[in-house]
């Protein structure tokens, strides 16, 4: 039982402590950096460890599995005053104090003994008031008391026998807790649905895939709306002020869109919903009709930026999947485009029209029916979920990408079966030739000028969220040698680093107390970059070990 636990408020979300980090990307802009100036170029070099804590038990990959993984270790640290929360891939939720990394109590979500998870992975908690909620991979939300641990109220959002389930941490706005679902390579409907924090009952269920007669319902033919994928697996960001969250919409399913022809909205979107209605109040498709399962799901990042004039430019960046940057206005409650480019090598689309950036496809890279094609990047994209940070004070995005990959796929019809894989192609992935030089990378952009500042190149590939901090660093794990860190956020170079028990691809996360900064990270290597390690090994021959590792680091100044 924690005797001291602060309440989280629609205050506290909206305006949270320097010292504290209350949600995954610790704002509902989504721009995951702390304010906190502690930890600085000049010093970060001391930085220690001051605890690490297991949180196994893990779940072994079982033996039959259609796309075998091992589970990863997604979630960032929440840590409101001094009270810690880490999920694990097996649906645990474990309360720590951040200072000592004592245990104050641990749930395990009771998962069905036969569910065989295809992306075995949790991304966290939500809080609200004195709640902690969680979503889980037999697609329920349930809500813990905060202090105890103890179950307050499970909903079941659908049947995970059909192929549903969830890896994302649910978003909380004004006592409405929200949460979407994955399922789009087993052609689900996909949908966002919202619950009172406090009773459980669910408030409204908007789907990704408009019905017929609904606006959009013409973008599908025939019955396709009814299995066309669209899942929500990444926690949505929210505006205030325009009262809309946003959420990102994967992939359309099957992944070859000559099964389905036609712009198939709102997959491979950013929707803008209104959290007390669940009303889709915007929209901006990255790409009509995917065919290469690029899931635009992480949403776009919430930048205000002084313009020429003085004027406030309200934006929504984003670097898409598909490879490409878009910068969007976002400023009367709409989405729209501004400007795109390539942030990594890109031959699928020939362009980006000027005025509403919708692509145009390069024919000879559409895969298509009884027909193999290359196309570059893979589907695993430029980037796939780990999330950039952004500095306010500089206007940069610092972003984990992966480059020179490419994929192929070759279509075929399929037949929809409830729960099993709903695909209609293979999936390959080939490293180029100068995926020897690297195929990991961390880029910064200026987004007032949209220009590189700079590159961090890395042999291995690179998975690692990225946490930036006022002291002016960058740090991240997110590569195959199971190091975390620190860079210059000016020049990139890197002035700390450490290897721990594990590969990361967790966020990390920064927090104070009693007057000093931490770094928080887990280990917990599995799940994509683990099966995107394995293509590359395939291709030329290697064997790259990865500890899978589980553990929570927690590090500090002397
Ligand atoms: O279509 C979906 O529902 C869905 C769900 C998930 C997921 O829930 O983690 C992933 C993907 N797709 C996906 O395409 C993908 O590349 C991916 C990588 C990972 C991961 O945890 O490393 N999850 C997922
Ligand atoms: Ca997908």
């Known amino acids: ?28 802009d989504g721009q995951a950096h702390s304010p906190l100036t502690q930890i600085t170029r000049d010093n970060v070099a001391q930085l220690t460890e001051v605890w690490s804590h297991p949180t196994g038990p893990y779940r072994p990959a079982p033996e039959f599995t259609a796309l075998p993984a091992s589970g990863a270790h997604q979630a960032a640290a929440i840590v409101n005053d001094g009270v810690m ?41 939500a809080l609200w008031e004195d709640k902690v909620f969680i979503a889980t991979q037999d697609a329920m939300v349930v809500a813990l008391n905060a202090r105890t641990g103890e ?24 006592g409405k807790v929200m949460a979407g679902v994955s399922g789009g390579e087993f052609g689900i409907r996909g949908f966002v649905q919202a619950f009172d924090a406090e009773t459980g009952d669910p408030v409204w269920k908007t789907y990704t895939i408009p019905e017929p007669g609904q606006p959009g319902s013409e973008s599908w033919p025939g019955d396709t709306w009814q299995t066309g994928g669209g899942p929500i697996w990444i926690t949505g960001n929210y505006d205030p002020e325009a009262n809309l969250a946003y959420w ?86 709409k989405l729209s485009f501004i400007e795109g480019k390539p942030y990594v090598y890109q031959n699928a689309f020939t362009g980006l029209d000027p005025e509403t950036g919708r692509p145009e496809y390069n024919q000879e890279n559409l895969p298509g029916l009884g027909k193999r094609v290359e196309f570059c990047p893979s589907a695993w994209g430029g980037r796939d979920w780990p999330a950039e940070s952004y500095d306010p004070a500089t ?9 020179n990959h490419c994929g192929s796929m070759e279509g075929s019809p399929v037949e929809y079966e409830p729960g099993v894989l709903f695909l209609g192609s293979g999936l390959e992935m080939t490293p180029t030739d100068a995926a020897k030089d690297h195929i990991g990378a961390v880029q910064a952009w200026d987004i007032r000028t949209m220009e590189k500042k700079w590159q961090v190149n890395f042999k291995s590939p690179n998975w690692g969220p990225t946490l930036s901090t006022a002291g002016g660093l960058v740090f991240l794990g997110g590569t195959n040698d199971a190091m975390f860190r620190a860079l210059d956020a000016e020049t990139g170079d890197e002035l700390w680093s450490t290897r721990l028990d594990g590969g990361v691809v967790s966020p990390p996360t920064s927090f104070e107390v009693d007057g000093k900064q931490y770094i928080a990270v887990t280990t917990g290597w599995g799940v994509d970059a683990e099966r995107f390690q394995g293509y590359i090994d395939a291709a030329w021959g ?13 590090f500090a100044l002397p």
């Open 395 to 403: 206007a940069t995005v610092f972003i984990s990408v992966n480059e």
């Open 151 to 174: 179950k307050l109220w499970s909903q079941t959002m659908a049947d995970w026998l059909e192929g549903y389930y969830s890896t994302l941490a649910p978003l909380v706005v004004n």
């Open 85 to 125: 929360f880490m999920t694990t891939h097996d649906n645990q939720v474990i309360a720590m104090d951040a200072k000592t990394g004592e245990e104050h109590w641990r749930y395990q979500h009771p998962l069905p003994p036969d569910l065989v998870p295809v992306h075995p992975a949790n991304r966290g908690v």
């Open 248 to 333: 990102g919409v994967g992939n359309a399913a099957p992944w070859v869109g000559a099964l389905r022809p036609g712009d198939n909205l709102y997959t491979t979107s950013t929707i803008g919903v209104n959290p007390d209605t669940g009303a889709i109040a915007t929209h901006f498709q990255y790409h009509w009709n995917d065919t290469w399962d690029w899931d635009e799901v992480v949403p776009p990042t919430l930048i205000d930026l002084e313009g020429e004039n003085g004027e406030a430019q309200k934006l929504a960046v984003r670097f898409a999947r598909n490879g490409y940057i878009y910068k969007l206005d976002r400023s009367d409650g």
């Open 1 to 28: 039982e924690i005797a001291d636990y602060s309440d989280v408020t629609a205050e506290r979300l909206t305006n949270p402590e320097d010292g504290n980090w209350l949600q995954t990307r610790r704002t509902y």
């Open 542 to 554: 290697t064997k790259t070990e990865v500890p899978q590792g589980g553990t929570v680091y927690v």
